[in-house]
Nanobody, 123 residues
Framework: VQLQAYGGGLVQPGGSLRLSCAAS?????????MGWFRQAPGKQRELVAA???????NYADSVKGRFTISRDNAKNTVYLQMNTLKPEDTAVYYC?????????????????WGQGTLVTVSS
């Protein structure tokens, strides 16, 4: 599975961005848990949100109520709608895929990774 993330950029505090991640390859997209992770400078990579094929979700406490993960299995795409962005949301955001039906927040339990897209929240 190849993952291509895009949609990052510079946004002011309080603003919104929508990230997209397109999956390609011979695997069946709907078989995968999809996740968005982020990594800020000097920090470990952390889960932002994850979603099952059926739409069950898991969010980091820091983004609950502000971010929404969704997926379109017909388009092999997962999205991350980010609202009310804060400077501390600044990071490289990665999409990832996990061959499982169970949600996980662990980096090492995801099998495929996209290249990352930079989100900068600054005035």
């Amino acid at each position: 599975v190849q993952l291509q993330a895009y949609g990052g950029g510079l946004v002011q505090p309080g603003g919104s961005l929508r990230l997209s991640c397109a999956a390609s390859g011979r695997a069946y997209f709907s078989y995968y848990i999809m996740g968005w992770f982020r990594q800020a400078p000097g920090k470990q990579r952390e889960l932002v949100a994850a979603i099952t094929s059926g739409g069950s979700t898991n969010y980091a406490d820091s983004v609950k109520g502000r971010f929404t993960i969704s997926r379109d299995n017909a388009k092999n795409t997962v999205y991350l709608q980010m609202n009310t962005l804060k400077p501390e949301d600044t990071a490289v955001y990665y999409c990832a895929a996990r061959r499982s039906t169970w949600l996980s927040s662990r980096v090492n339990e995801y099998d495929y990774w996209g290249q990352g897209t930079l989100v900068t929240v600054s005035s």
